[in-house]
């Protein structure tokens, strides 16, 4: 008889923070500097919107309570604020520290926002 081999506990948050980190190199990797400022405000907007729909989407026929309906809100929130917000203040982190400042920005964002997926995704976030 085979043995099974054990999960490797850590082999999530390694999957997630790489893929999140690649995705965060990727955005810094080929940013272009933009004639337009930079508006926080669509940004926060478009979070608040997109979160409203993911979580509609999610619930509809689950009969969830309010209560995890909102907990699930706030949290998908907050990974679409970040995100959109971390894109806008690109243009800024350019003008501080040139490209590699943007890449270092991107790449960080991207490795804490698969961080707290993988938390996410093993039901402790």
Do not use: H, N
Request: hydrophobic share 50%.
């Amino acid at each position: 008889m085979r043995e099974q081999k054990q999960p490797q506990p850590y082999r999530v948050y390694t999957q997630y923070i790489l893929i999140g980190a690649a995705f965060g190199l990727y955005y810094g990797l080929f940013y272009r500097d933009s004639l337009r400022e930079p508006d926080y405000l669509i940004a926060v907007l478009l979070s608040v919107a997109a979160a409203a729909a993911t979580v509609i989407v999610r619930s509809w026929k689950k009969g969830r309570t309010l209560k995890e309906i909102l907990l699930d809100y706030v949290k998908i929130l907050f990974f679409f604020l970040v995100f959109m917000l971390g894109l806008e203040l690109r243009k800024w982190v350019a003008g501080i520290g040139g490209k590699t400042a943007v890449v270092i920005f991107t790449t960080t964002i991207g490795t804490v926002m698969g961080f707290f997926a993988a938390l996410r995704k093993k039901g402790q976030f």
